[in-house]
């Protein structure tokens, strides 16, 4: 009654307000959801049209010959990945176990929300520091520029989720070790670690998702190339700049291919986004 | 939140140095050089390379650089007003659409749905923010380009001739295309940032309301909304950082013409769009320096926004919270 009074309205009035508001959202909901929708369909239709076992055998043809394929694409991506893991990994996790076992301080607080904004910095700006820093001193464009340029993409994403595991981790746990004498560190490595690892190898999982279908880093780091690698200090080819080098070029047989190489990397993008979750039973963020 | 409760405070917990404590202090010391000094370094990487790269052109051009309409490469004149202007309006036409349904999907998801279609479009929404840009672009490029030039623009040119919003012929690509293109990459974003800011806001908000009689609508307008206000704006901030700095789906829908136009429908170039499509073929020094200064520009911007909105968000949700996905 309160209320009826405050917003002058009937109390049908009020229901029918109700009603119609749920339905807006319903809406949005709706909205929001057909891009999804529409992406994910065009790219499984025009993507398994083009699709064949030459995409993820044969090297490109040259320029306006039909056929061929982009395996070395694909082998670039996977190079791309393991180097920026090999990087990123460590310097997140590590940076995550300060934040969450020494992380209450003020510099901890400034490293938290520094790595919060990193988040955010746009992946093109990382490409021109990693062109600066890596391909302007050694004079040539190369597969150990792009894996810098996607490390420092991993980094931050592994770091928040790594300190989230791990302060998961019930505080019991590590008075419980250190009351039976166990130093600290061993604490940390031996307890602490293994009980938040479910949750490290989420958030690793996730952030190799997100880099693999990462371009603008790689425009000027990695490169591109059209043959197979020859060593880490060579430009290297990368399913994601491959896919649009192919789309705005003027040829219909690279558009096929663009289309399949793209369900082929969607297929991976969001089956690790699924199938990590699910392994690991930490789920997707729950409501209630 | 685990440390409040713990019964030790963990300062307490410390070990005394000596020669018990030097493996603990050893491992302290690594964990803090490759781990946190080494997220700093990179910070400070960052900075210091675009500072580096850009300083021929910080020092040939001034604040000018930001405010002339000219980018003419052959007679090595730089301005970047027209690229300032693409991201701007771009973005902007992405946060007016994003907005709304984005807030729409939150409030929807934590007030009003039942429990497992709220998780639903939870899980759908967090896949769509997983899709790379350049998959996005594609579909723009040979889906909804094609889409608006045939079919949106020619309407509404047809139906509002004298209006400039609407002029000139029907390219498909330009403002229209590379807003909408980013409004869909910044729905996840907003909506998920939002969701967790409204369930960080205690039950007993909307219990209040509906002791009072309150409908679902009334306890969430009235006790929800308010409540979360500024988180919410901080979710609306992200999204806009997003979409300022997103390169590759927007390079390939907005025509990359550095033009100024007031119709949307016109072909546009944004400040992460330049920065890729003439990087690889800037010839000489100033002109690299040029793009790295529009690349540093942009790192700026980007980094305010992320940093007041953060404020926002952990002045309504505390800061240890995981607020939003990946």
């Known amino acids: 009654m309160a209320l009826a009074l405050k917003a002058g309205l009937s109390t049908t009035r009020r229901q029918v307000i109700n009603r119609v508001m749920g339905a807006l959202l319903c809406l949005a909901a709706a909205i929001a959801l057909t891009p999804l929708v529409l992406v994910i369909g065009f790219i499984l239709a025009n993507g398994a049209a083009g699709l064949s076992l030459d995409l993820l055998t044969k090297l490109p043809r040259p320029v306006g010959e039909v056929g061929g394929g982009m395996a070395n694409a694909f082998l670039g991506t996977a190079i791309l990945i393991a180097l920026a893991s090999a990087i990123g990994v460590p310097v997140g996790v590590l940076a995550g176990i300060y934040l969450s076992e020494f992380g209450d301080n003020w510099f901890a607080a ?9 988040t955010g910095v746009p992946s093109i700006v990382i490409g021109i ?3 600066t820093l890596l391909v302007i001193p050694l004079r040539s464009f190369s597969a150990l520029a792009g894996g810098v340029a996607l490390a420092m993409l991993m980094i931050p994403v592994v770091t928040r989720t790594t300190e989230e595991a791990l302060k998961r981790v019930p505080e ?42 990462e371009t603008a880093p790689l425009l000027f780091t990695a490169f591109g190339s059209r043959y197979w690698q020859d060593g880490l200090m060579k430009p290297i ?38 199938g990590v979750r699910v392994a690991t039973h930490s789920g997707f963020q729950r409501v209630q | 939140m685990a440390l409040a409760l713990s019964p030790v405070p963990r300062k307490l917990r410390r070990p005394i140095l000596g020669a018990a404590g030097l ?27 675009m500072v580096e790269e850009s300083s021929l052109s910080l020092s040939t051009f001034g604040p000018s650089f930001l405010a002339q309409n000219v980018w003419d490469p052959v007679k090595r004149e730089f301005g970047t007003l027209p690229f300032i202007y693409g991201t701007v309006v771009s973005s902007l036409i992405a946060l007016l659409i994003a907005t709304p349904v984005s807030l729409g999907v939150a409030i929807f998801i934590v007030e009003m749905a039942p429990p497992w279609l709220g998780n639903a479009i939870s899980v759908v929404v967090e896949l769509l923010a997983a899709i790379p840009s350049v998959l996005l672009g594609l579909w723009g490029i040979f889906v909804m380009v094609p889409y608006l030039q045939r079919t949106v623009e020619p309407w509404f040119i047809e139906r509002f001739p004298d209006v400039p919003l609407f002029e000139g012929p029907p390219y ?38 509906f002791a009072l009689g309150a409908t679902n609508w009334e306890a969430t307008s009235w006790a929800v909304l308010p409540y979360a206000r500024s ?5 609306v901030m992200l999204g806009l950082g997003r979409a300022l700095g997103e390169t590759m789906a927007v390079t390939m829908v907005i025509g990359n013409r550095p033009d100024i136009s007031a119709s949307l429908f016109h072909p546009a170039y944004t400040m992460a769009s330049v920065i890729a499509n003439e990087f690889t073929e800037a010839t000489f020094d100033l002109y690299v320096s040029a793009l790295v200064e529009v690349g540093l520009a942009l790192f700026l911007v980007t980094v305010l926004m992320n940093a007041v909105a953060r404020l926002l968000v952990w002045s309504t949700a505390g800061s240890s919270q995981r607020v939003g996905a990946i």
């Open chain 1, 110 to 118: 400034a490293l938290r929300f520094l790595t919060d904004v990193l």
């Open chain 1, 129 to 131: 520091v990693a062109y």
């Open chain 1, 172 to 213: 019991s746990l590590r008075e419980a070790a250190l009351g039976l004498g166990v130093a600290e560190w061993k604490t940390i490595l031996f307890v602490v670690v293994p009980s938040g690892l479910g949750g490290i190898v989420t958030g690793v999982m996730l952030a190799i998702a997100r880099i693999s279908g």
């Open chain 1, 237 to 274: 080819a990368a399913v994601p700049l491959q896919i649009f080098q192919y789309a705005v070029a003027p040829y219909k047989d690279w558009h096929n291919q663009a289309w399949a190489a793209a369900f082929i990397l969607m297929l991976l993008i969001l089956g690790l986004n699924v």
């Open chain 2, 23 to 49: 493996p603990d202090a050893a491992f302290r010391a690594v964990v803090l050089c490759f781990g946190a000094l080494a997220v700093l370094a990179l910070i400070g990487l960052i900075v210091a390379a």
């Open chain 2, 172 to 209: 498909g690509v330009g403002l229209l295309a590379g807003g909408l293109i980013l409004a869909i990459m910044i729905v996840p974003t907003i909506v998920a940032i939002s969701r967790d800011v409204m369930l960080t806001v205690p039950i007993s908000q909307r219990e209040a309301m």
């Open chain 2, 231 to 235: 988180g919410l704006l901080g979710a």
